[in-house]
C-alpha cells in the first residue's frame, strides 16, 4: 500500500517533542528495573486521602442503577453535561462574582484538548488570506503546546527577563517593554502556574496582560491546569481572573482524575459554541466519567476547600522537600540556579555554563536510570541558537515519593558535577 499523507495529517503525524519523549519515557518505564527514577512526567501524585473521596463516590455511583447509567450509557451534549456546566457556572459566580452562565462554559476531552482546539480556532490562515498568531509573552512553556499549531509559525514566543531572587534562586518575569503585539497576534496565551518553572505570574502581570489583551480586542488565555480555584497547587497569593475576554482552562487530571480526560473552558459565548462544535465534529461527544464523580463536590463548592486544604498543602511539603534535598546535594560544586517554587509539580534548575546541551544530560541521566526532561524543549516559538540558557535548564517531577525523589537529585548532582569536571 503506498500512503502519502496529506499537509494536515504529515503535520499531526509526523512526531512532536512531547511525543517522541513520551514515547521515550513509556519504553524506559517499561523495561526498567525496580531502580527507575521517574522524575520526568507530569503524572500527578497519589494522595490517599483524594484517591478516597474518588473511590467512594465511584461506589454511590455502581450502587445507583440511574447514576451508574448516566455514568456509562448516555451521550452527553458536545458542550457538556447541563448539570455539570450549570455547577461550574454557579460556583464561579456565586464565589467569585464573576458575571457568567451556562453558556460561558465548556467542556474537552482533557485541557490538551482544549488548546488544540483554541489555537487553531484563533489562530493560523485566516479568510482574508493573512496569518495571525498566538503569543506567549514569556519562554518557557509547557512542551505539549509546541507541536499543536496546524499553521506554520502559528507561535510567536518572547524570552524572558531573570531576576535573582535569593541564594542559587531565580524567577521569570515578562518583559512588558517588547511585547509585539500587532494585527497579526490572534491571543496572548499564559499558564499559571507555569509548566515547567513553577512560576506564578503575579497579580499585577496578570492584570496587565489582561489590560493588553482587552486593548488589542483579543482573547487573554489562561490555562489554570495547576492553579486557582482549583486544583489549587500554588504556593504564593494569586487570585483567580476572569472577564469577558478571558479564556480560562481548568481541569480535574492534578485534582487526581487524570484518567477521565475532562477540560473545562470558561470563555464567551462564541467561543464556546465554537468549542462545541468542534468537538461534535472530532469526537461527538466528551467523557462523562469525570464530570459525574467530581458533579457532587462541585455543586457543595467542596472542590474548593478540597484544593486548598489538602491538594495544596501535600505538594508544597513535596516542593519543600526537593528544595532542601537539591540544595544539600548540589551545594557549592558546580554553579546552578532554581527557578522559585511557586506551584505545580516541578523543580526548574538551571545550571549556567553547562558544558553539554540539556539534551546530552538528559541522556546520560538516563543511563544512570533517571528521567527528567531537557529544558530545551520548552523553549519553542523563538530563536535560542544565541541564548545558552535555554540548553541549559531541566524539569523535574517532586510528585514522586521521597526516596526516588533524593536519589534522583542525588545522581542528578553527581552527573553534572562530572560534566563540569570534565570540562575543566
Known amino acids: 500500500m503506498n500512503l502519502t499523507f496529506s499537509k494536515l495529517g504529515s503535520g499531526l503525524a509526523g512526531g512532536s517533542g512531547i511525543g517522541e519523549l513520551m514515547d521515550d519515557l513509556g519504553h524506559a518505564l517499561a523495561n526498567a528495573g525496580p531502580d527507575l527514577k521517574m522524575l520526568g512526567g507530569g503524572q500527578p501524585a497519589q494522595i490517599p486521602a483524594v484517591n478516597a473521596i474518588w473511590r467512594e463516590r465511584l461506589a454511590e455511583i455502581t450502587a445507583d442503577p440511574a447514576a451508574a447509567n448516566r455514568f456509562l450509557t448516555t451521550y452527553d451534549p458536545p458542550q457538556g453535561n447541563p448539570a455539570f456546566v450549570a455547577a461550574i457556572a454557579d460556583l464561579m459566580r456565586d464565589t467569585f462574582g464573576w458575571e457568567i452562565s451556562p453558556e460561558n462554559v ?7 484538548t482544549a488548546f488544540f482546539h483554541l489555537f487553531n480556532l484563533l489562530a493560523g490562515e485566516m479568510p482574508d488570506g ?19 499549531g ?20 531565580f524567577k521569570y518575569h515578562i518583559d512588558f517593554d517588547h511585547l509585539p503585539i500587532g494585527p497579526d497576534i490572534a491571543a496572548i496565551c499564559v499558564s499559571r502556574p507555569t509548566n515547567p518553572t513553577g512560576n506564578v505570574l503575579s497579580d499585577g502581570e496578570m492584570a496587565r496582560l489582561s489590560a493588553l489583551a482587552r486593548e488589542h480586542g483579543i482573547p487573554l488565555i489562561i490555562d489554570n491546569a495547576y492553579g486557582a480555584p ?3 497547587i500554588i504556593f504564593t497569593d494569586a487570585k483567580p481572573l476572569w472577564d469577558r475576554h478571558i479564556i480560562l482552562t481548568l481541569s480535574l487530571s492534578k485534582l487526581g482524575l ?10 464567551p459565548p462564541e467561543i464556546i459554541r465554537a468549542l462545541s462544535s468542534m468537538t461534535a465534529i472530532t469526537g461527538l461527544a466528551n467523557p462523562s466519567g469525570g464530570q459525574q464523580i467530581a458533579l457532587p463536590r462541585i455543586r457543595s463548592g467542596e472542590i474548593l476547600s ?29 554553579p546552578w540556579m532554581m527557578h522559585r517554587s511557586e506551584g505545580a509539580l516541578f523543580l526548574w534548575l538551571w545550571f549556567p555554563g553547562l558544558p553539554i546541551p540539556s539534551a546530552e544530560l538528559y541522556e546520560r541521566l538516563k543511563l544512570r536510570q533517571v528521567l527528567v526532561i531537557p529544558g530545551h524543549h520548552f523553549f519553542f516559538g523563538c530563536e535560542t541558537h544565541d541564548w545558552p540558557h535555554s540548553r541549559e535548564c531541566l524539569r523535574v517531577s517532586f510528585a514522586m515519593d521521597e526516596a526516588t525523589v533524593r536519589e534522583g537529585l542525588t545522581i542528578i548532582a553527581e552527573v553534572v558535577e562530572s560534566a563540569f569536571r570534565k570540562k575543566a
Not at 496546524?150 to 534562586?169: C, S, V, Y
Not at 505538594?315 to 548540589?330: D, G, I, L, M, P
Open 106 to 112: 465548556g467542556l474537552t476531552c482533557g485541557g490538551q
Open 130 to 148: 493573512s496569518h495571525r498568531k498566538i503569543l506567549f509573552p514569556l519562554v518557557p512553556e509547557y512542551i505539549g503546546y509546541a507541536a499543536q
Open 150 to 169: 496546524l499553521d506554520p509559525g502559528m507561535f510567536l514566543a518572547m524570552r524572558p527577563e531573570i531576576a535573582t531572587t535569593g541564594p542559587h534562586e
Open 230 to 232: 482549583f486544583p489549587g
Open 258 to 267: 487524570p484518567g477521565t480526560r475532562t477540560g473545562i473552558v470558561i470563555g
Open 306 to 334: 478540597l484544593s486548598r486544604e489538602v491538594i495544596r498543602p501535600f505538594y508544597e511539603e513535596k516542593s519543600r522537600f526537593a528544595q532542601a534535598v537539591a540544595k544539600e546535594a548540589f551545594g557549592e560544586k558546580f
